[in-house]
């Protein structure tokens, strides 16, 4: 799975807990709104990648469906 930007960092912090270190490290709070809603849109990019970076996950990972 990859997180995305229509993820919510309360969703995410459930799977990944480790993941808060990093969402912290961005500012962003333990919310149920949508990362693209709470990250500036420049930033968001750069989160992601370290988010996937963090769970072991990319684009190439992923497969349809899940």
Known sequence: MVIQSNMSPKAI?????GAATILKQY????????L???VKPN???????????????????CVKGG
């Open 36 to 38: 693209e809603a709470v």
């Open 43 to 61: 930033a968001l990019p750069a989160l992601l990648k370290e988010l996937n970076d963090f769970v072991g996950s990319s684009m190439t990972t």
């Open 27 to 34: 500012h962003v709070p333990i919310m149920e709104t949508p």
């Open 13 to 17: 912090v459930e799977v990944w807990e």
